[in-house]
């Protein structure tokens, strides 16, 4: 099992920034990837940005050039440094992270997921 417990959230004014980070314990070692998801009131829950092992970082268009994650893995920790930030980027944000386990060669995969941090942006 993982554990993920997120940090950072807040309440922030149109154009500031906010830096979440996540830091995941237990079965550390078999995590493939990390990202960080949000959810609006009323809507459903959407990715932001994942890194997977040897992989770049992806992101989604609505925070491109706005967001950067970053991991690391001695750590154990992701973060998320959120710049030029919008009220609609108001949300609860989630940390994920994807365990596999091999068997007979066939990955399986399960997601963890930490308890969220709100993140209020201001107009």
């Known amino acids: 099992q993982v554990q993920l417990v997120e940090s950072g959230g807040g309440l922030v004014q149109a154009g500031g920034s906010l830096r979440l980070s996540c830091l995941a314990s237990?079965?550390?070692?078999?995590?493939?990837?990390m990202g960080w998801y949000r959810q609006a009131p009323g809507k459903e829950r959407e990715v932001l940005a994942v890194?997977?092992?040897?992989?770049?970082?992806n992101y989604a268009d609505s925070v491109k050039g706005r967001f950067t994650i970053s991991r690391d893995n001695v750590k154990s920790t992701v973060n998320l440094q959120m710049n030029s930030l919008k009220p609609e980027d108001t949300a609860v944000y989630y940390c994920?992270?994807?365990?596999?386990?091999?068997?007979?060669?066939?990955?399986?995969?399960?997601?963890?997921w930490g308890q969220g941090t709100q993140v209020t942006v201001s107009s």
């Open positions: 994920n992270a994807q365990t596999v386990k091999y068997t007979v060669g066939i990955p399986a995969y399960t997601d963890h």
């Open positions: 237990g079965s550390t070692l078999s995590i493939s990837s």
């Open positions: 890194i997977r092992d040897g992989s770049r970082p």
